[in-house]
């Protein structure tokens, strides 16, 4: 019996190898290929299984690259500063400097036990001050450029941290940390101005080899619609409500109204019966984040006791109060036609307010819906524009308000300003003076990077301003441009600021002139293959494609999309599907797995445990089957490394059958089935290996193969072939399709659509020779008169009878 291979030697000895002779080099020759990682933030002490998951299929995806013949960029780095870093070195008691460095060095080590062709020279640090160097410089030329501005912005507030908290930092209206209320309160922000890029963003989608639903997400979150401002006249008041609605062709079928709580009017136009009501849901709706107030799931509201008029049939419309309406998007207020939408029916029936319908199939009016209609009709109850089409009317019913001055066409979107600073010390600091004579002044780019002080206490402060406030030796400064006393921003930029232009940096990090060379950008930019979690398909893509629009925009690269093809790789869960956390002890570390078992095997075991796009559930059981899988292939070579065979013609199709299943299933990112693929074709291997061996080439395309996947093993077995160079020097085979053909085909038989029998025929006989002897082998069964005799090439024989 074979001696099983013995992972840790191998992984250590081939670790060496490649320490001394890099497997990827840049000969210059080659065309590059980029593919990169979502670095991660060093929050935590260490890595899961599920982290693994996407290291391994982008080391995959490169090895795979490098065997067809590129130069692979494959950097690594660190999304070190912001609140994820800060809140995990509040909780231990340490510096951030000190814990984010100790879980880099940590999380380091795990990624290199991946093998993973990572090119450290490349490595970027969002905390390094050459980094965050351009980070600042970016800002400074937006600010110039007149997209980073000052504004007044309620901001989530807990009343017992006495400190601003991001959104992801407040759940069910409460703080995660202290679990009090969450309120909001007006603090000073920096803004940077998005939405004069969100027609090229929502445009530029079409550019994109993304995931459809992905391009969805972000085509919702920018949110462009056409429709039509609308004033509403208030009984008894001089005021009216302006509404934005995408629906105008609905207006005679407006039966409420309501405003977002902070709507500016919310509170003044209630009445003495209702105004106690109307402020406690006011004050409630404050302390839920948006977030929380467009995803609850049932809506709540209160009556304001007052009406506006509908501008068309001079209606009584009531005003509701609810949250799921924002005040900043439209205008914060919404007329409501719950015959025509979803949610606004939900709270017309929950509240009893009257349906109207206005849109019908075929003009016939349905006197008792039991859902919105939202599908084209005729229009109805409608005045003048009774017996319309719906989609005529909602095209020309802008017009026709705007012409009668009651209203006028607009282009609205959900996409709203980025929120840029925090109110916290970890982060870059914001390079602006504040000058009384000048204003707001940038930091001249020559005196970048405006450096993080070293602080001892860093925790908020409690008074909603940044710990960099209490530094008065650094805030404290004079002014660039005029030279008065002025003192520096204190506010700090959030972790985004970093994350969504790292990918520029890798290729060029120890430029200190520029944040990346014009030659190597040309030469090495954009990122060809993106790979990571679903969880950033909004945000993070959003701002990193809007970051190199601007880029672009003043002539630092000549793309304007950063990333060409993406892949966004499902979560490992624990037992039952429930999320892996520290918090819920189901965390499973990949140190011992690769001590028990290598790393070759846990890599192997990542792509299997299901559908790489899919979350899966995590049985740590399965690796044992990998193990064997591997353990087999060794065996096999290392038993036939010596024979001397002639390659039969069987040996030949099943090769050239390997070599197409496992790249075709490779190119469309099917990669638990090329494992399976890969046990499917050694079983093969090892049944013709007992009728004498089998030869060498076969099992070289095999090593080949599962290169990318197995590396130690694979580049031990290519050298036990005699071979002096590595294997990732070699190219990734192509299948030859004539010698795939099999001699003889099995084709199943059917009659009328059911399975009767089967037949052998060589696989170059017609149609004709197969129907013949299809009818010879189902003879008996053949008891009617045969109408139709079907042949599929290759696949069945189907005759119909009656």
């Known amino acids: 019996?074979?001696?099983?291979?013995?992972?840790?030697?191998?992984?250590?000895?081939?670790r060496k190898v490649w320490e001394e002779h890099p497997v990827n080099i840049n000969d210059g020759k080659k065309s590059k290929y980029y593919c990169l990682d979502m670095f991660p933030y060093p929050s935590g002490s260490g890595l899961h299984v599920g982290h693994w998951r996407g290291y391994v299929i982008s080391d995959v995806w490169s090895r795979y690259k490098i065997l067809k013949g590129y130069?692979?960029?494959?950097?690594?780095?660190?999304?070190?500063?912001?609140l994820p870093a800060e809140n995990y070195a509040i909780k231990m008691g340490v510096h951030p400097s000190k814990s984010t460095a100790e879980n880099v060095a940590n999380i380091k080590r795990q990624i290199n036990e991946i093998a993973a062709?990572?090119?450290?020279?490349?490595e970027v640090n969002t905390t390094d001050p050459a980094f965050y160097k351009w980070t600042q410089w970016i800002?400074?030329?937006?600010?110039?450029?007149?997209?980073?501005?000052?504004?007044?912005?309620?901001?989530?507030?807990?009343?017992?941290?006495?400190?601003?908290?991001?959104?992801?930092?407040?759940?069910?209206?409460?703080?995660?940390?202290?679990?009090?209320?969450?309120?909001?309160?007006?603090?000073r922000q920096w803004m940077l101005k998005i939405t004069e890029y969100a027609d090229r963003l929502l445009e530029d989608l079409d550019k994109l080899e993304w995931p459809e639903k992905v391009k969805k997400m972000q085509s919702d979150w920018i949110g462009k619609s056409y429709g039509a401002e609308v004033d509403f006249a208030l009984e008894g008041r001089e005021e009216t409500i302006k509404v934005y609605t995408t629906r105008p062709d609905t207006l005679y079928g407006a039966t409420f109204m309501v405003l977002a709580p902070e709507h500016v009017l919310a509170a003044q136009i209630a009445t003495d019966e209702q105004k106690s009501l109307v402020e406690d849901y006011i004050f409630k709706a404050s302390m839920k984040s948006s977030v929380d107030r467009l995803q609850d799931k049932e809506k709540t509201g209160v009556f304001t006791g007052s009406y506006a008029i509908n501008p068309l049939n001079k209606e009584l419309v009531p005003i509701w109060i609810s949250d799921y309406v924002l005040a900043d998007y439209g205008t914060g207020a919404i007329?409501?036609?719950?015959?025509?939408?979803?949610r606004d029916f939900e709270f017309a029936k929950k509240f009893n307010i009257p349906i109207i319908q206005v849109i019908a199939k075929e003009g016939v009016e349905n006197p008792d819906l039991t859902e919105a209609y939202t599908e084209p009709g005729i229009m109805i109850n409608s005045g003048e524009f009774n017996g319309m089409n719906s989609l005529d009317?909602?095209?020309?019913?802008?017009?026709?308000?705007?012409?009668?001055?009651?209203g006028k066409k607009t282009t609205n979107y959900k996409l709203r300003d980025w929120v840029f600073s925090r109110q916290r010390y970890w982060g870059e600091p914001i390079p602006i003076v504040h000058c009384e004579h000048c204003g707001a002044v940038p930091v001249p780019e020559d005196q970048l990077p405006l450096l993080l002080p070293e602080v001892e206490k860093y925790q908020p402060t409690g008074t909603g301003e940044s710990p960099l406030a209490d530094i008065h030796e650094w805030v404290n400064t004079t002014c660039p441009a005029c030279g008065a006393p002025a003192k520096r921003e204190t506010n700090t930029m959030p972790q985004w600021a970093g994350s969504s232009w790292y990918f520029l940096r890798y290729v060029d990090n120890k430029n200190d002139n520029e944040l990346v060379s014009k030659e190597k950008a040309e030469k090495l930019l954009p990122v060809d293959m993106y790979i990571g979690g679903v969880e950033h398909a909004v945000l993070h893509l959003l701002y990193s494609r809007?970051?190199?629009?601007?880029?672009?925009?003043?002539?630092?690269?000549?793309?304007?999309?950063?990333?060409?093809?993406?892949?966004?790789?499902?979560?490992?869960n624990g037992k039952n599907g429930i999320k892996m956390s520290k918090s819920k002890g189901n965390v499973v570390s990949p140190d011992d797995l690769v001590q028990d078992y290598g790393c070759d095997s846990l890599r192997l075991y990542e792509l299997f445990v299901g559908p790489p796009e899919l979350d899966s559930e995590w049985d740590e059981r399965g690796i044992d089957g990998v193990y064997r899988f591997i353990n087999r292939f060794y065996n096999l070579v290392m038993e036939n490394k010596e024979k001397d065979?002639?390659?039969?013609?069987?040996?030949i199709k099943i090769r050239n059958k390997m070599v197409h299943t496992i790249t075709e299933r490779l190119e469309n990112f099917s990669l638990n089935t090329v494992v399976s693929g890969f046990m499917e074709y050694n079983n093969k291997l090892i049944d013709l290996s007992k009728n004498g061996g089998l030869d060498k080439e076969t099992l070289e395309t095999a090593i080949i193969l599962l290169a990318p996947f197995i590396p130690h093993v694979s580049s031990e077995l290519w050298a036990e072939l005699g071979h002096e160079t590595s294997v990732f020097e070699e190219t990734w085979p192509e299948a030859d399709e004539n010698a795939m053909k099999d001699d003889e085909l099995e084709i199943p038989i059917q009659i009328n659509g059911k399975t009767k029998g089967t037949v052998s025929v060589p696989a170059e006989a017609d149609k004709d020779e197969i129907i013949a002897k299809a009818k010879e082998v189902v003879a008996d069964k053949l008891t009617g008169t045969i109408v139709k005799e079907i042949y599929v090439p290759g696949k069945i024989v189907n005759i119909v009878i009656k």
Not at 336 to 342: I, T
Not at 393 to 406: S, T
């Open 1 to 14: 019996m074979a001696t099983p291979y013995n992972h840790k030697e191998i992984e250590k000895k081939w």
């Open 71 to 82: 130069y692979i960029i494959h950097p690594m780095g660190w999304d070190a500063f912001g």
């Open 117 to 122: 062709i990572y090119d450290w020279d490349m």
């Open 139 to 187: 800002f400074v030329k937006m600010f110039k450029a007149g997209l980073a501005y000052e504004k007044e912005m309620p901001i989530n507030w807990c009343p017992d941290c006495k400190t601003g908290l991001a959104n992801e930092e407040v759940v069910d209206g409460s703080c995660e940390r202290c679990g009090a209320p969450v309120t909001k309160k007006n603090l």
């Open 335 to 342: 007329m409501c036609v719950p015959a025509h939408d979803d």
């Open 393 to 406: 009317a909602k095209r020309d019913v802008p017009g026709i308000l705007e012409a009668r001055g009651i």
């Open 546 to 572: 809007f970051y190199t629009k601007f880029l672009h925009d003043i002539g630092v690269v000549d793309f304007d999309e950063p990333f060409t093809k993406l892949f966004n790789q499902g979560m490992i």
């Open 645 to 651: 065979v002639a390659p039969t013609k069987e040996m």
